[in-house]
């Protein structure tokens, strides 16, 4: 059974859609045993969501003021 995610274009810009999606590629790389570069992967990409629904749950910061630009 194939799991794939709908396409993130197409996202809501809801921060619950994203975790869920972590969730799910979290689960993914627990099913991981061979290969530790293809987990790793997994858990970055969980981070990843992770940091984006952080983000939308506080609102977008506005790039002039973003200290990291």
């Not at 709908?6 to 975790?19: E, G, I, L, Q, V």
């Given at each position: ?8 274009r197409k996202a ?9 999606e ?6 993914r ?26 983000i ?14």
């Amino acid at each position: 059974m194939n799991q794939r995610s709908r396409d993130p274009r197409k996202a809501p810009r809801n921060p619950s859609w994203y975790r869920q999606e972590a969730e799910r590629v979290r689960q993914r790389a627990a099913t991981i045993t061979a290969d530790d570069q293809l987990r790793d992967s997994y858990l970055c990409l969980a981070r990843e969501y992770e940091r984006l629904a952080a983000i939308l749950e506080r609102g977008s910061p506005d790039h002039n003021t973003d200290p990291r630009r």
